[in-house]
């Protein structure tokens, strides 16, 4: 029997070395994905000093992450008698201390009310699901307070937990009980987010004008930690470093040891008389407010 035998072909090695070229030839570009859009990518913060007066973020920014605070708000009416104790106690000050910044800008802003505000939390920081918790609590709270009076009795002198800015404020005298119980009625849900509750012993008060301190961190870096656009957590100042000697500086950020201790000696015995007077002896206290990163919340008093 007879069999057919395939003839088998091999490539020669001519063939071979002109598959490779030809395979050498053929230059597979990569294709380059289109750029996103700027809408689309999310930009770093970054604290500038120069934007908040020498201040930068003792906290520092996540993303999905709100400061905020609760305060209550004391409208003082322009002209009004404690308007001009104010702003002229405040011209008493800076007079003493021109380091001292203005909280309300008066005398850039003339034709405007003022706006004190007394804290009742220390800054809570929440997430993005929890800024509706926190306003549903301080809404609840309005709708059980009544409004109230409050009075202011004396000037002091204190200064934040980090020992970074001093404050020239107005202690609250009458008024104390009820600004404890709004206060207290966040203390549950404080507990929830794991939140330091405001002192147990609270020293309400409204800021006036803050300063500058000192520290050895300002000392090294010309910048200065602090909680910028929130309500200081505020105590007695340490007085541990002697006074400034130091002749007034042109820097805009310019920083003290500590004010004077004749200042609040000064506006004290000036001023005693005019805010225990009739005109000024009681502010009225009719909204509570939640400050939720830049954005403001208020709720009347209801109860």
């Given at each position: 029997?007879?069999?057919?035998?395939?003839?088998?072909?091999?490539?020669?090695?001519?063939?071979?070395?002109?598959?490779?070229?030809?395979?050498k030839?053929?230059?597979?570009?990569?294709?380059?994905?289109?750029?996103?859009?700027?809408?689309?990518?999310?930009?770093?913060?970054?604290?500038d000093?120069?934007?908040?007066?020498?201040?930068?973020?003792?906290?520092?920014?996540?993303?999905?992450?709100?400061?905020?605070?609760?305060?209550?708000?004391?409208?003082?009416?322009?002209?009004?008698?404690?308007?001009?104790l104010?702003?002229?106690?405040?011209?008493?000050?800076?007079?003493?201390?021109?380091?001292?910044?203005?909280?309300n800008?008066?005398?850039?802003?003339?034709?405007?009310?003022?706006?004190?505000?007394?804290?009742?939390?220390?800054?809570?920081?929440?997430?993005?699901?929890?800024?509706?918790?926190?306003?549903?609590?301080?809404?609840?709270?309005?709708?059980?307070?009544?409004?109230?009076?409050?009075?202011?009795?004396?000037?002091?002198?204190?200064?934040?937990?980090?020992?970074?800015?001093?404050?020239?404020?107005?202690?609250?005298?009458?008024?104390?009980?009820?600004?404890?119980?709004?206060?207290?009625?966040?203390?549950?849900?404080?507990?929830?987010?794991?939140?330091?509750?405001?002192?147990?012993?609270?020293?309400?008060?409204?800021?006036?004008?803050?300063?500058?301190?000192?520290?050895p961190c300002?000392?090294?870096?010309?910048?200065e930690?602090?909680?910028?656009?929130?309500?200081?957590?505020?105590?007695?100042?340490?007085?541990?470093?002697?006074?400034?000697?130091?002749?007034?500086?042109t820097?805009?950020?310019?920083?003290?040891?500590?004010?004077?201790?004749?200042?609040?000696?000064?506006?004290?015995?000036?001023?005693?008389?005019?805010?225990?007077?009739?005109?000024?002896?009681?502010?009225?206290?009719?909204?509570?407010?939640?400050?939720?990163?830049k954005?403001?919340?208020?709720?009347?008093?209801?109860?």
């Amino acid at each position: 029997m007879k069999r057919n035998l395939a003839l088998v072909s091999y490539s020669s090695s001519d063939e071979e070395s002109d598959s490779k070229q030809a395979s050498k030839s053929v230059v597979h570009k990569k294709k380059k994905l289109p750029s996103l859009s700027s809408s689309l990518i999310v930009q770093t913060p970054k604290d500038d000093p120069a934007l908040h007066q020498g201040r930068i973020r003792s906290t520092p920014h996540v993303d999905g992450q709100w400061a905020s605070h609760v305060y209550v708000s004391i409208k003082v009416q322009k002209r009004s008698a404690m308007y001009n104790l104010v702003s002229d106690a405040l011209k008493t000050a800076k007079g003493i201390e021109p380091a001292l910044h203005d909280l309300n800008e008066i005398e850039q802003k003339p034709d405007n009310d003022l706006d004190l505000h007394v804290s009742l939390s220390r800054p809570i920081f929440l997430r993005s699901h929890q800024r509706n918790d926190l306003k549903r609590e301080v809404r609840i709270l309005a709708e059980k307070t009544s409004s109230f009076k409050v009075s202011f009795t004396t000037f002091s002198v204190l200064t934040n937990d980090e020992q970074t800015r001093t404050f020239l404020t107005l202690d609250i005298g009458s008024g104390h009980p009820e600004l404890k119980l709004l206060s207290n009625g966040l203390l549950p849900f404080l507990a929830t987010l794991r939140q330091k509750e405001y002192y147990a012993e609270p020293r309400f008060h409204a800021s006036l004008a803050w300063a500058l301190l000192i520290t050895p961190c300002a000392k090294n870096t010309n910048m200065e930690t602090d909680n910028i656009s929130q309500e200081e957590n505020l105590q007695p100042p340490v007085h541990n470093s002697p006074p400034s000697t130091q002749p007034p500086s042109t820097d805009a950020f310019r920083r003290i040891h500590r004010l004077p201790a004749s200042l609040v000696a000064t506006l004290n015995e000036q001023y005693a008389s005019r805010l225990s007077s009739r005109s000024c002896s009681a502010s009225d206290v009719h909204d509570i407010c939640v400050k939720i990163g830049k954005d403001v919340f208020s709720w009347k008093l209801q109860g």
